[in-house]
């Protein structure tokens, strides 16, 4: 099932206004922050609808880079990532794990196991030879 934009969405704007991906421009929305005040952490999620959606290159590029940029970060709030969260149309939970594993999760027990633990469960590495081709437009 396709998904249609609205007109007025930024994904639209994005397309009408900015530069496209063959001159170079990679973007990524972030489908959720999640940020826990009393303990000063932070982590992003990305949302699938389907066990069958794939990390395209792109988007691990942008949460590599958040995690390069982040987690270092000396500010007294601490980043936690960016989890891979898949929430199928039946309510069940899928994240996916260093292992690149689709584990069933139940979300308010990943919530606090993640927080007790300031766990990051994946690094999204990327191999230099994905990283030349991602830059040259010709040959994707």
Request: with cysteine; net charge neutral; hydrophobic share 45%.
């Amino acid at each position: 099932m396709a998904m249609s934009l609205s007109m007025d969405s930024f994904s639209v704007w994005m397309r009408k206004n900015l530069k496209s991906a063959y001159e170079g421009l990679v973007t990524q929305d972030i489908d959720f922050v999640f940020l826990s005040k009393k303990k000063k952490v932070f982590f992003f999620v990305e949302e699938k609808n389907s066990l069958n959606a794939k990390l395209r290159l792109p988007q691990r590029v942008i949460f590599m880079l958040f995690n390069e940029f982040l987690i270092n970060d000396l500010s007294e709030w601490k980043f936690l990532g960016t989890d891979v969260l898949y929430v199928l149309e039946d309510g069940t939970v899928y994240f996916l794990n260093d292992k690149n594993e689709k584990v069933r999760v139940n979300i308010e027990d990943y919530i606090v196991y993640k927080l007790e633990n300031y766990k990051i469960f994946k690094d999204f590495q990327i191999e230099e030879y994905m990283l030349k081709m991602l830059w040259d437009c010709r040959k994707n």
